[in-house]
């Protein structure tokens, strides 16, 4: 993140546009807290390792749209959050088959999470915004970052001319930080009730509810 990135600076974190110099540190920040937190990584067991592919996957042609968002400790330069975000439009990225098969089950229920979503909206680029992972250090939880990744994300979108924005929250916590920024639930699917080739896989999180496909139409409030 350059200095012409910066889009806010808040309680000592320094917002903006991710660069690619920045991607590396991403992915380790997300691994980490997707295999720490996220109910269908740990469902999965998926390994850092594992997850740091997923994103690498995912974040280059990211990056590259200028839509990523990430927190920087203004006096260490630490990255303290990231919100890895895309257009829901864009194609599916190259790299896929060097994914885990161990995601299967995951994508099966996001497959379920989105579909009918997909078929009434059809997308067109530059017309959804998808906030796709969100992620904060551990040694910087409780500060309120993810909840300003999530509104400089919005903001960003709106000068980008984005209509709407929407994601996949699929952990208590993170349905409330989008529920605060102005998200509505679309659709959901059940982590207890989910079958994949008949196995519970996400049983064990069904205190957590389910996945939740959350949508909010994009304004110059934002």
């Known amino acids: 993140m350059h200095s012409d990135d910066i889009l806010l600076e808040a309680s000592g974190i320094r917002y903006g546009i991710a660069g690619s110099e920045d991607l590396d ?76 098969d161990k995601l299967g089950p995951v994508f099966e229920l996001l497959d379920h999470l989105t579909t009918d979503y997909l078929t009434e909206t059809k997308p067109d680029p530059g017309d959804y915004l998808h906030l796709f ?9 409780g500060r309120g970052i993810a909840n300003r990744l999530v509104a400089t994300c919005l903001a960003n979108g709106v000068r980008r001319g984005y209509s709407f924005a929407v994601t996949e929250a699929t952990n ?7 529920s605060k920024n102005g998200f509505k639930t679309r659709a959901q699917e059940s982590y207890a009730e989910y079958r994949s080739n008949d196995h519970p896989v996400f049983e064990s999180f069904a205190s957590e509810g389910g996945p939740m496909l959350m949508e909010r139409r994009l304004t110059a409030e934002a």
């Open 25 to 100: 540190e991403l992915k380790w920040l997300l691994a980490e807290t997707f295999t720490r937190h996220d109910p269908p990584a740990v469902s999965v067991g998926l390994t850092v390792q594992e997850f740091v592919v997923f994103v690498e996957v995912f974040s280059d042609p990211a990056a590259a749209d200028g839509l990523t968002i990430i927190g920087r400790d203004a006096e260490s330069g630490e990255m303290a959050g990231g919100l890895l975000s895309d257009d829901l439009a864009a194609p599916q990225p190259l790299g896929v088959a060097r994914l885990s």
């Open 133 to 141: 992972l969100l992620g904060v250090s551990e040694g910087y939880a």
């Open 172 to 178: 208590r916590t993170s349905q409330h930080i989008f």
